[in-house]
């Protein structure tokens, strides 16, 4: 994909209000793109080299300087151009449906920069806004902007864009803050750090986690499914117990020789049953808690 928009002039499209939000005065001259990964090493001792495993991807970040001049007739630059520009990155867009509801506050919009043949649905990350000349009276007439550029995608969580009762969601969002472990986010989210990792894929509890935004399963979500299996659990010992009872009835008959059969059968059978009958009913349970 070329990075050269050719007599084309780089743009902004306001995603949220729908329509062209700003159109550069020059093209700039350099334009640079970047997609980072997150790698770690393995954590063998003992080792001279430790193979690596892939952790995260990060959003692509794209940057470059806009100029913008008023010498020719005067006109104040910060009015006529930065102005434009710095208002979109005004937190006056309240979140649509589809993303999650622990960010439903106002943001800045979701904008689409296109530049020739160079799409990037993004949002602005940071404006540095430089005066480079200024009138006899004081009036800026040149500036340059050194504007980044973050690639926006909605995070995937439960319930995302859906009308569906699914879209009520036992599941929590909590943005990590710097220097909080996960037993520490876990904690202050009613949860446990093993729950919380295994919902979010981490391997590492003492993996650095600043930023990332972390689903929490709720108690009623992970109680079911506890609540099934200890219900299973109770019901293979019961089945287990009659299975005993059976054999123990067979030698009190005088037919000891027929008391492993009376066992098995009573394993097969009955106990089969109560497992079953006992699961269903846990998954049944489990299901009228998430709908």
Do not use: H
């Not at 640079?32 to 692509?60: C, D, H, Y």
């Not at 003492?206 to 299973?232: C, E, F, H, N, R």
Request: aromatic content about 6%.
């Amino acid at each position: 994909m070329s990075l050269t928009g050719g007599n084309s002039k780089a743009s902004f499209y306001n995603l949220d209000a729908g329509g062209t939000a700003f159109d550069v005065q020059y093209n700039p001259k350099e334009f640079r793109v970047e997609k980072s990964l997150t790698w770690e090493e393995a954590k063998t001792q003992g080792n001279s080299t430790n193979p690596i495993q892939f952790q995260k991807g990060a959003p692509m970040t794209a940057s470059f300087d806009l100029m913008f001049d008023t010498t020719m007739d005067g006109a104040n630059v910060q009015k006529v151009w930065v102005e434009k520009l710095l208002a979109l990155t005004n937190a006056n867009v309240k979140p649509a449906q589809g993303e999650p509801a622990e960010l439903d506050k106002k943001r800045p919009p979701a904008l689409k920069f296109t530049w020739g043949t160079f799409e990037m649905k993004c949002v602005i990350e940071s404006v540095n806004v430089t005066y480079l000349m200024f009138a006899s009276d004081g009036t800026a007439v040149r500036a340059r902007c050194s504007v980044k550029l973050k690639q926006w995608e909605l995070a995937e969580f439960a319930g995302a864009g859906s009308s569906s009762r699914a879209s009520d969601a036992k599941i929590k969002l909590v943005d990590v803050k710097g220097g909080q472990t996960l037993s520490q986010v876990a904690a202050a989210a009613g949860s446990d750090a093993r729950t919380v990792a295994a919902a979010n894929g981490i391997t590492d509890p003492m993996s650095d986690l600043t930023g990332q935004v972390l689903s929490i399963p709720s108690k009623s979500t992970s109680g079911a499914a506890s609540a099934a299996a200890a219900a299973v659990e109770k019901a293979a010992k019961a089945a287990a117990s009659n299975a005993a009872n059976a054999a123990v009835q067979a030698v009190l008959s005088g037919n000891a020789s027929n008391a492993g059969k009376a066992a098995a059968s009573a394993a097969k059978s009955s106990a089969t049953k109560a497992v079953t009958g006992a699961a269903s009913k846990a998954a049944q349970d489990a299901l009228k808690k998430l709908f």
